[in-house]
């Protein structure tokens, strides 16, 4: 210890020197990146061989790209007389540009969608960019992206100057309070529906307005301090959910009056076993059969014993009816489901009075609904059709089957997205409730779901969708497609979502539990927002798949731009025998959108980590 | 054990009263007849060796476990299965994790003014002011804008000692606030809960601290296989303890 | 005391209807039983509606079509039909088709897919770049567009079959050419060397790849040997390329001498050749491959009209008793290390045990493969419209199975990518440290861990694979999806029939692998612990 021979003191510092030449610029590159080995360099010569090949082989075509002619034989005569042996022939998406973006969309009205898809860049950027001054920037682009569009299809002069202004005002707003923006995003899904497929303004507006009483009611129900009118919206709320159990019950004695009587006739399993030569048709007919009376079973076991139980009470409310009326008892009190009906009612009646009373959640968004609903419904139509005799704000309506290419694309791909996020988050939270039903409901669902092809969905949308609708209910063919495909990724999304559930740590629920916050104000503050961004990857790699798979709505019969528009080209006497020009432009555009969300969602990665962390 | 028990005066109001409470994991028996009475004001140390039920039992008090037989009074409301009174009691009792906890999302400001905005449902105002006025005084307003992984465990865990005082409890619950932390970070959490203390806090505190019981508690819970086997002033149980488990835990504990 | 009567009032205050909501005991049980109920209405609603819509159509549910004659044809089968097969047999070809198609595409994408996934990770930049970019363009253009372009590309591309024919002009141009080269002197190895078109791809290809190769030689020889040496040794690869090039790759890198008297000559090859040791053809109606034939076949019977043949369950079962043999070599070799420390080297036996008794079985059926050919004649004409022989692969099969393979190989290169990353540099030093050589790290330290994380998402991308195979109606490919959910619907009219049993069997194809998944799943677990 004493011995400090050893001791040595660096008085001075060494200064820092420049590395080897060998270990600098370049030449420390190439030999880093692309020869440091045997192996390294034969693989660089091979990357080499493929880069020279394609560029190569691809150059010439390119270099003789033909811009200007009317067909494919016109093409190639340019190409030949500029010596080359084979060129581009991009005149084929010059001339049907239009219809790869828009489908049959009257080409008058190009400046609808043209404005929606600026609009919905302006109603993107407080989701994208949240409140940053970027918002801004990016509803400035928008405008003059939109503006230079509408001039690109020769829009008329009207359609500019309204687009001026609403940009111009979209961005005023965006520049003073960026959070203002929000309020584009909830008009788009309006507005954007109406441009589109066009009608009279006041159909948004009556939207408009059903949301803002919804709003309203919720709101008053859930904020005001009154006790009384507190009260008051209980007894009305539970007076409504008892009308509709009691229509819902009601609705189940149609269905049960001979249920086993209407399969019959049905002959659910008729074509099982009348085969019965055959070993493979006895036992999948067994099964179905078996399948099918199994389900049916269970839907009978519940009305029958409601029906019992009904006929009990019944027996008794006859009797009381009987007290109260006399001789003759009113209707009601006649059918066998009467008990049921009353005593459904009345169950339904004092649950959601409870509820309601205890300002619950759910009961505040019920009632919303309901008022808004119920607003659409009765008091919408009588309102439209009177403020259009007087101000008719009418647009020329468009027919679905006149949308598509990247148009259809979008609208398919942008609401099946939106409509699928909360979708998912509740079937992840289904999954991973603690309730037995919910998991099993959830868990069939999701796994059917991901059990099928797509195309098999879109199938169901196109052809049967019709046999599990009531007689005669028809609507739009887009908007079955639309919620197919939402279906359809909100499922994979529960799987995403649920990872990211799972990686949140307990004490995170904990300390919710602990501050008080109830079950949905700690999902909604809390875990969602940590569970979500954990998943962004998931989650934006299953929107680029949604994406990707609108193409699949041309084997419904729908115009998408891969398949419903290329093929309609092809099939043009002109452009037969074209097929790397469209095939190349659409997926160029399909690229560009897809690997622009893959960025985007490493952008958002990386922000939202180095904010805390 | 019952014979080394011994029945401490208890004065004032009541605010928690355990009585004959048992608790089950499965088949497992983790808490066995739990007494307990806390009166408002008193500051308890809860210790005993790992595994011994100890944070299963503060727990238990606000119903982050639920306690299978015997009754839990907190506050005057008994925890029943009733969800109304379990939030009535969550409001009024808050808690310290072992590892914080923090909602590493939101920053220090919105962590502290989430539960009163939502659940006591004051103006976003007012709760950013209570929450800098807590923050102050666990001497780090000028983090307010950060977000927790920006912070040092101590600053961390003084934190969420001001989240939870936001809430403005009448009790507060510490499970083992100080044993993630390094030795030098254990002293600025520890100083906060003194202060705390002072200002006539009840406190329940699973803690390994001893200088921290000697100096702050009226009473120190010795626990050991799911049942308390003492508790005593400090200064007893320090110096006279009462059971053979107590005076080997000690050993242990104090011996190095 | 204040608590008493609040208590009293709450725990024995009996039952009151809000405990059905409010208390934690029974509120899951009320949600449970009206959601059930909601649910189960919703059902029977929907039922209700089938029925009511049924009826009103006239319509039924019946099953029975799928034994009535189908009426169409398949031109891809595996197991005999005709346009007198029942519905139902369609079904079973277009389920074989389609499990056809899943099978060979999981293979090829899984190749493809690791090998990519691994050089993406190299640390040769030029080739990490390129992997890049081929994995960010097959995700994210939408499969669709793979199989159309591959389709068409291939269908309208490719020569005629005639295009491969011998014709009479060409042997008269062959003669006339012999003439002129005998003239010429012979066309020895030197006419090649001067014929090389310096200025052709094909040239430049060429050269690129001799200076790697040498360069790479070098390198090698280098880190071992003195320069002088290294250059010598670096050597004998680029003139064994060279040698090889001017006789193997000659007419590519110096086509027929270019003089006038040439030029004046008709072709003197078909227009199209077949590749691959001349032995597939790709035309614009299919691939014409090679079909493997058997001498001394063992026969074959019929169970329920589906034909078994001995010679194939042969072939499996000396498979799978190779592998089981091999395995318990594995087993014993194992054995042996853990008592005595010592490994017995197996890699021979391996090698032996798994190919031999398959080759001997092969030689002793006979088989040999039947190439596709033209007919000739004795002056060596070809007869005939189309190829002889052999097995013809529909394109839309081809352009199917390519373009899901490409595709998928993207995602699951990225799977492997993510999955070498995720484990840390860490566990190889830590290996590393402990004198485990290279190979043995990958093999006991890294593959272990990676394959956990791999698999699982590899398994999804199987099923996703499985699944886009329904896409093949784009092409026309006759799988599950285009013979019942296709021509059979559209002919007995039976949607919701055909719909419901399609439905169920991808279902069940799905069920399957992803129960195959969990047990891996749960048998990685059980090793964790
Ligand atoms: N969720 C659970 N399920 C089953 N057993 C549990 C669970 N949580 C805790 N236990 C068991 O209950 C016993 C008491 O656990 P507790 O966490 O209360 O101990 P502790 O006294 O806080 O110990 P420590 O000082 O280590 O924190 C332990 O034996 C533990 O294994
Ligand atoms: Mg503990």
């Keep these: 210890m004493t011995d400090t021979s050893h001791l040595w003191v660096r008085e001075e510092m060494l200064r820092p020197e420049p590395p080897p030449l060998r270990e600098a610029g370049l030449v420390k590159w190439v030999r880093e990146n692309l020869v440091s080995s045997p192996v390294n360099t034969l693989l660089t010569v091979a990357g080499l061989l493929v880069a020279v090949w394609g560029i190569w082989t691809a150059f010439p075509w390119w270099w003789h790209s033909v811009w200007n002619a009317s067909s494919l034989g016109e093409c190639r005569e340019i190409v030949a007389a500029a ?37 919905l860049f302006a109603a993107l950027a407080p989701v994208l960019f949240w409140n940053d001054r970027k918002s801004a920037h990016m509803v400035g682009f928008a405008g003059i992206a939109t503006l230079a569009a509408l001039y690109a299809v020769s829009a008329n002069s009207l359609a500019f100057a309204a687009t001026a202004v609403i940009f111009a005002v979209i961005w005023v707003a965006a520049s003073l309070r960026p959070a203002s923006l929000i309020w584009v995003t909830g008009l788009f899904p309006f507005i954007s529906i109406w441009l589109i497929w066009g009608g009279s303004f006041w159909n948004p507006v009556n939207q408009l307005l059903a949301i803002a009483l919804g709003a309203l009611v919720a709101r008053v129900y859930y904020n005001n301090t009154s006790k009384w009118l507190n009260d008051a919206f209980a007894l009305v709320i539970a007076l409504a959910a008892a009308y509709v159990a009691s229509v819902v019950i009601g609705y189940s004695d149609a269905i049960s009056t001979d249920f086993f009587g209407k399969l019959r006739e049905a002959s659910f399993w008729q074509g099982f076993g009348q085969q019965s030569d055959n070993v493979f048709s006895m036992v999948f007919g067994a099964l179905a059969s078996v399948l099918v009376m199994a389900l049916t079973a269970a839907i009978w076991l519940l009305l029958a014993i409601t029906y019992v139980f009904s006929a009990v009470l019944n027996y008794n409310l006859a009797d009381l009816a009987g007290l109260i009326w006399g001789e003759t008892p009113p209707e009601w009190a006649g059918s066998a489901w009467a008990g049921m009906i009353s005593l459904g009612a009345l169950l339904a009646f004092a649950l959601v009075f409870v509820a309601a009373r205890n300002r619950s959640v759910v009961i505040g968004i019920l009632a919303g609904l309901l008022a808004g609903g119920g607003w659409l419904l009765y008091q919408a139509p009588k309102m439209v059709t009177y403020m259009a005799t007087d101000l008719p704000l009418t647009i020329a309506p468009v027919s679905s089957n006149m949308i598509g290419g990247f148009l259809l694309a979008l609208i398919i791909g942008v609401t099946a997205i939106a409509a699928s996020l909360p979708l998912g988050i509740m079937l992840a939270l289904g999954r991973r409730s603690d309730m037995w039903l919910m998991k099993v409901l959830s868990v069939g669902f999701i796994e059917f779901i991901r059990g099928v092809p797509l195309i098999t969905l879109l199938f169901t949308a196109s052809l049967l969708l019709q046999y599990f609708l009531p007689p005669q209910t028809n609507f739009d063919l887009i908007l079955r497609v639309i919620i197919l495909a939402a279906l359809f990724s909100a499922a994979y999304l529960a799987e995403v979502i649920r990872g990211g559930l799972a990686a949140l740590p307990r004490g995170q629920y904990e300390a919710g539990d602990s501050l008080g916050l109830t079950y949905w104000q700690a999902q909604r503050l809390i875990i969602m927002p940590q569970a979500l961004k954990i998943s962004i990857p998931g989650i934006v790699s299953t929107f680029i798949g949604l994406f990707k798979d609108t193409t699949l709505v041309s084997f419904v019969g729908l115009l998408d731009p891969l398949r419903g528009v290329t093929t309609t080209v092809r099939a043009d006497i002109n452009w037969k025998g074209i097929y790397w020009e469209p095939y190349i432009f659409v997926g160029a555009i399909f690229f560009i959108i897809c690997f622009g969300m893959s960025r985007y969602s490493m952008y958002l990665e990386r922000k939202l980590k180095t904010d805390h962390r | ?133 807590f923050l102050t005084k666990v001497k780090i307003p000028d983090q307010a804008l950060k977000y927790p992984g920006q912070l040092s465990g101590g600053q961390q865990q003084r934190v969420a000692i001001a989240r939870s005082l936001c809430m403005r409890p009448r009790i507060m619950l510490f499970d083992e606030p100080t044993s993630a932390l390094d030795p030098e970070m254990i002293k600025e959490v520890l100083d906060t809960m003194i202060e705390l203390a002072e200002e006539g806090m009840t406190m329940l505190c699973v803690t390994h601290e001893m200088g921290f019981a000697q100096a702050v508690a009226n009473r120190v819970v010795f626990m050991d296989q799911g049942q308390i086997v003492e508790q005593n002033a400090p200064k007893e149980f320090f110096s006279n303890p009462q059971s053979e488990r107590t005076k080997l835990f000690l050993s242990q504990i104090l011996g190095h | 005391m204040a608590f008493a009567t609040s208590r009293a009032e709450a725990s024995k205050g009996g039952f009151r209807l809000s405990m059905l909501i409010y208390d934690t005991r029974f509120r899951a049980i009320t949600l449970q039983v009206v959601a059930l109920i909601l649910f189960l209405l919703f059902i029977g609603w929907l039922t209700d509606n089938v029925i009511r819509n049924l009826d009103a159509k006239g319509k039924d549910i019946n099953f029975g079509f799928l034994w009535v004659r189908a009426g169409y044809d398949i031109e891809q089968t595996l197991i005999p039909y005709t346009n007198d097969s029942s519905h139902g047999r369609a079904v079973i070809i277009g389920l074989l088709n389609t499990l056809v198609v899943a099978f060979f595409g999981c293979i090829l994408a899984t190749v493809i897919g690791v090998i990519v996934g691994v050089l993406r990770l190299s640390n040769n930049w030029l080739i990490s770049r390129l992997m890049t970019i081929y994995v960010e363009i097959f995700r994210n253009v939408p499969l669709l567009l793979w199989i159309l372009l591959t389709f068409v590309v291939i269908s309208e591309t490719m020569p005629a079959p005639a295009a491969f024919k011998i014709t009479p002009a060409i042997l008269e141009s062959r003669a006339a050419l012999e003439g002129i080269e005998a003239q010429a002197g012979g066309n020895g190895f030197w006419s090649r060397i001067t014929g090389l078109q310096t200025l052709s791809l094909p040239f430049f290809l060429w050269l690129l790849a001799l200076i790697g ?162 007919p000739v004649n004795d002056e060596g004409v070809s007869q005939g419209f189309n190829f002889r022989g052999g097995i013809q692969v529909m394109h839309s099969f081809t352009a199917l199975l390519i373009a899901l393979s490409l595709y998928t190989s993207a995602f699951i290169a990225e799977i492997v990518r993510a999955g070498i990353q995720a484990i840390s540099r860490g566990q190889s030093e830590a290996a590393a440290a402990l004198g485990l050589r290279p190979g043995r790290t990958m093999k006991l330290v890294i593959l272990p861990q990676a394959l956990r994380v791999i698999i699982p998402p590899l398994i999804s991308q199987y099923l996703n694979l499985t699944k886009n195979t329904s896409l093949g109606i784009a092409v026309s490919y006759l799988d599950l999806r285009g013979t019942l959910g296709g021509i059979t619907l559209n002919q007995t009219g039976r949607e919701l029939e055909c719909m419901l049993l399609m439905m169920l069997i991808y279902l069940t194809i799905s069920l399957i692998i992803s129960s195959g998944m969990n047990a891996f799943n749960s048998a990685v677990k059980l090793k964790e612990r």
């Design chain 1, 83 to 119: 010596g080359g042996e084979s060129g581009a022939c991009w005149a084929v998406i010059k001339a049907r540009w239009h219809q790869f973006l828009f489908g049959f969309y009257p080409p008058e009205h190009y400046w609808r969608p043209i404005l929606t898809g600026g609009l």
């Design chain 2, 1 to 133: 054990m019952t014979t080394a028990q011994k029945q401490l005066q208890i004065p004032g109001e009541i605010a928690i009263e355990i009585r004959k409470m048992n608790k089950w994991y499965g088949q497992f028996h983790v808490l066995r007849d739990i007494d307990l009475t806390v009166a408002r004001g008193e500051r308890i140390v809860i210790c005993g060796p790992s595994g011994s039920g100890k944070s299963t039992m503060i727990r238990c008090i606000n119903r982050l476990e639920e306690h299978q037989s015997g009754d839990i009074i907190v506050d005057g409301t008994e925890l029943t299965n009733d969800l109304k009174n379990i939030d009535k009691v969550r409001s009024e009792v808050g808690m310290v994790f072992q590892h914080f906890n923090l909602f590493p999302h939101l920053t220090i400001l919105e962590n502290c003014t989430l539960a009163p905005i939502w659940v006591r449902k004051i103006p976003k105002k007012q709760a950013e002011e209570t929450a800098m006025h």
């Design chain 3, 213 to 374: 190769i040498s360069a790479s030689a070098w390198q090698y020889a280098r880190s071992r040997l003195d320069a002088g040496k290294a250059a010598l040794i670096a050597a004998i690869p680029a003139v064994l390329w060279i040698v090889a090039a001017l006789t193997v790759f000659s007419p590519s890198l110096s086509p027929v001498l270019a003089d006038s008297e040439a030029s004046a000559i008709g072709p003197t090859e078909p227009a199209a050749s077949k590749f691959f040791f001349d032995s597939i053809a790709l035309t614009n109606r299919g691939t014409n491959v090679p079909a493997p034939l058997l001498d001394r076949p063992l026969g074959g019977t019929e169970i329920v009209s589906v034909p078994v043949n001995y010679s194939v369950l042969a072939v499996i079962a000396v498979i799978i008793v190779s592998v089981l043999a091999n395995r318990s070599v594995i087993r014993r070799a194992n054995k042996l290390q853990e008592t005595t420390g010592t490994r017995p080297t197996t890699w021979w036996i391996s090698l032996l045990i798994l190919f031999l008794p398959l080759i001997l079985l092969l030689v002793a059926l006979g088989l040999h493969w039947e190439v596709p050919a033209f």
